[in-house]
């Protein structure tokens, strides 16, 4: 297992992130070697995946199966249009990963909406895109942020890719940007140094950089930026003084350098602008909390749209033709004498959806992008304007593919289970996940129809499949309307899974099962823990043939168990954790006719913490026990511990070079002088997989497979059929989204 093991409680899924909001009135920021001896490492010293070029799966003796994962619902924000042509149009945004959301670009060509492939920075957690801007066919930008900074992204013509820009000020978000030419744009943007600054950047057909002339004492943000050429610009937003909001404000560009604007608006203070669009050098609207008209030389307020507040954006297509956007799903329009409501907000229209973006190409095409849904399942929303009237198209939503297994079990080559669960990113407990059980037939991965119910959601931790016709999956289950987990056993009868009734006593406030083990088809066991009564204590359900039941556990002060093995069917192991005196302690159990008694096992010398997450014994006399410990300098260190049929002995396990955090999640022993171990380790801010071979005499790494693309990658769970075929599970990080991962070695 790769979670803190001694949290009880899971946290909830789904990290919140943070994000600049362009539809409030504030600064709103939505949601975000072992101390017993030399570890030993065969041949070249093994590293981050980066320095050894990812091994190729063809080179290496694990080798990547493609795994299936499940198609979950697509969570988008639509936030800008911009035209190059009436046959390209591109709508930005971002769409959510389950652990970080991408930036989404969308692309119009005459007839039809599609995604376009473009990547952010590698390594990214987070990426949105927030504006986008035109100069021609061939020059189109589109800012925002992400994880690393500053995101700005370029249209050739032909693809997008990532442009450089100067990173000040603690990284802005960029949020609006102008080119009234190839070689003259600009970009505006705000963060926080300590408080909130903009930033105002120029594109000089080469390169971006930050215009120094546009600087402002005080606090304030730019939210958007229009040019109606090379010397007439102007950025809008909002001041704020100590934090607060202060007034509607608005910069210029004259050519040669950034001013605060002309105004005869009578009432500023409290007011902000969103939007700004300017089709001629004597016209302009900046449209927010209130709409203001430039007139060639000061802003005013007498011209006044009919949604004040509710407006995020606006465009023009002539100086008679303008629309301007917002929550809800409103559209107004300017006619060249007054604005007017054309669109008004469907019944079901929810807060917080609505359009965010528009853009005019000529006075009969315009779009108005944007979404629509529930919070965490938001759908793009997009109309066209053909000259006579609003109409919606069919818009894409990238619904992701995702997936993390936990275990896995294999009878024979052709024939492994492998268990875990769908990756939805929700960000409140409960979590949203559902079962994944994965089947290999000897050909290929595919997913089984698993038992679900509308007001359950499942996470499967272990498997074990005594024989053809019978399999087990332990997991936890949280009913919809509490945050309380309950433990959940799955069967399968050779012909489809079904969930078994609890046995879990009344007095039982939460309890999970991590994992299960069999010694034949009539004498298996599930572990976890169980609360009652205030105790955190491990637990431990047993099989007969017929039924499920639940047993006495031996008095541990506040643990758990989380792996198990059955040599014989009177000898069986669990290992885990305890609390011991104070200090969470690794855990042994053995169970010697069916009564389960603790062990003593060894701890390494001054460590704050140590689990054991997994057990594998190939006979009475032999098995070997895996997880982590955390020495006295708090670094972690992966732990590795032996039965030799008399006691528990520490072995030093091996280290890959340069790693940090390294940790076993999982062991398999097809005999006593074969076992393979899997987990995780950390080198710079890469998550690897890590993979450790016995030989009988010590523990040697071993290079995995990982894919090319991938940010992060780790295995939770491992089977063999035989010394030199195993199977290992987990999950990676492929632009941001979880997916299952497999690789055989053979």
Known sequence: MNDDLWAARRPPKGAARLRMARIGPSIALLAAGLVFGQAVVVGAAVTSSAA???????????????????????????????CASASTCFAVGEQDGTVGSVSLIEKWNGSAWSVVDAPDPTGAVSGRLNAIACADSSTCFAVGSGSGGTLVKRWNGTSWSVMPFPQVDRSPGLTGVSCPSSTTCFAVGWGFAPRAKSVIARWDGTTWSIVSS????????????????????????????????????????????????????TTLSQQYFRGVACPSVTMCFAIGSMT??????????????????????????????????????????????????????????????GFFGVTCESESECFAVGFTGQPYATTTTIEQWN?????????????????????????????????GRNAVGSTTPPPDDSALIERWNGTRWSIDPVPSASDQSRRLAGVVCPSASRCFAVGTQYALDAVSPKSVTQQW???????????????????????TTCANESRCYAVGYQTANGKHVPMIESWNGANWSYLASPSVNLGSLYGASCPSSTTCFAVGL?????????????????KWSVMTNPNPAGARFSQLASVACPNVKSCFAVGRYSATDNSRKPLVEQWNGKHWQPVAAAIPSGATKPELSSIACPSTTSCTAVGKYTIGKTTEPLVERWNGARWTVETSAVPGDARSTLLSGVACTSTTACVAVGNTIIENTQKTFVERHS
């Open 214 to 265: 546009a600087v402002l004492q005080g606090e304030y943000v730019l939210n958007a930026l229009a040019c109606s050429g090379v010397t007439s610009c102007f950025a809008v937003g909002q001041t704020f003084v100590g934090g607060e909001p202060g007034e509607a404000l608005v910069m210029q560009w004259d050519g040669n350098s950034w001013s605060r604007a002309q105004s005869s608006v």
């Open 578 to 594: 305890k609390n011991g005196e104070g200090t969470p302690t690794a855990l042994v159990e053995q169970s010697t006719g069916g």
């Open 52 to 82: 050894r070029g990812r091994t190729a799966a063809s080179t290496a003796a694990w080798a990547i199966q493609s795994s299936p994962n499940v198609r979950v619902p697509g969570n988008v924000q639509v936030t800008s249009a911009a």
């Open 387 to 419: 000259g006579t009237g609003w109409s919606a198209l069919a818009a894409p939503t990238p619904s992701p593919t995702t997936g993390v297994l936990s275990a896995v079990t294999c009878r024979k080559n052709t024939s492994c289970v492998a268990v």
């Open 493 to 515: 009868d050779g012909h489809g899974w079904t969930v078994v009734a609890s046995v879990t006593p009344n007095n039982v406030d939460r309890n999970e099962l991590f994992g």
């Open 292 to 353: 203001a008209e430039w007139d060639g030389s000061t802003w005013s307020d007498t011209a006044q749209a009919p949604a004040p507040g509710n407006l995020t954006a606006v465009a023009c297509a002539s100086v008679s033709r303008c629309y301007a956007v917002g929550v809800f799903g409103f559209i107004d329009q300017w006619d060249g004498t007054v604005w007017s409501t054309v669109v008004n907000p469907p019944p079901n229209a929810t807060d917080g959806t």
